[in-house]
């Protein structure tokens, strides 16, 4: 059972804006990075966001994330086709026992 | 180019044991610290077991501690998972996947490979 929650799906057409929440604890988002992933249907999980806010080499500039307290925030703007997908919310958790931990997942729709 | 390949999954009795690899190439292996990620079919990421780069720093999801044993050989550039007392919720796709920094500390996942399914069945 994840112990960070996001909205089971977000929805927008083509070239709208929309945002994805994962909620957390001290334990976890409030003490360490955040990082977020894509995954295409068939494929492995690719990363999008790392340390909250920074984009790895090639990916566009439409996505960005930021933290704030417990929560945390993927953004996408200019929605494309390519974009639907399944994204995911990640970080370490501190507690008593330490690991990573994942979010629940948000499954993205292109209308 | 970075490569993780997994090898080592498919149909095993519910008790029975497996172990996974994982082939690294693309970067020096020994300066990373490594990852094991699973999903269920049509379920979401579930995180496993972390590993240092050196072979320290060893963590296990609560769900598989006890069972499951995360190792690597740097001298082989590989990264292994030996599992054991397999259970059907056991049942998913196996992901290696590598830390994003050299610095030691769990972050991010920056590179993944394609997965390895295992199935635990009678």
């Known amino acids: 059972q994840s112990v960070l929650t996001q909205p089971p799906s977000v929805s927008a057409a083509p070239g709208q804006n929309v945002t994805i929440s994962c909620s957390g604890s001290s334990s976890n988002i409030g003490n360490n990075y955040v990082s977020w992933y894509q995954q295409l249907p068939g494929a492995a999980p690719k990363l999008l966001i790392y340390?909250?806010?920074k984009r790895p080499s090639g990916i566009p500039d439409r996505f960005s994330g930021s933290t704030f307290g417990t929560s945390a925030t993927l953004g996408i703007t200019g929605l494309q086709t390519g974009d639907e997908a399944d994204y995911y919310c990640g970080t370490w958790d501190n507690s008593l026992g330490a690991g990573g931990v994942f979010g629940t997942g948000t499954k993205v729709a292109v209308l | 180019e970075v490569q993780l390949v997994e090898s080592g999954g498919g149909l095993v009795k519910p008790g029975g044991s497996l172990r996974l690899s994982c082939a690294a190439s693309?970067?020096?292996?020994?300066?990373?610290?490594m990852n094991w990620v699973r999903q269920a079919p049509g379920k979401g990421l579930e995180w496993v077991s972390s590993?240092?780069?050196?072979?320290?720093?060893?963590y296990y999801a609560d769900s598989v501690k006890g069972r499951f044993t995360i190792s690597r050989d740097n001298t082989k550039n590989s990264l292994y998972l030996q599992m054991n007392s397999l259970r059907a919720d056991d049942t998913a796709v196996y992901y290696c996947a590598r830390d994003s920094t050299i610095s030691g500390v769990v972050t991010s996942f920056d590179y993944w490979g394609q997965g390895t399914l295992v199935t635990v069945s009678s």
């Open positions: 693309g970067f020096t292996f020994r300066n990373y610290g």
């Open positions: 590993l240092g780069s050196s072979g320290n720093n060893i």
């Open positions: 340390d909250n806010n």
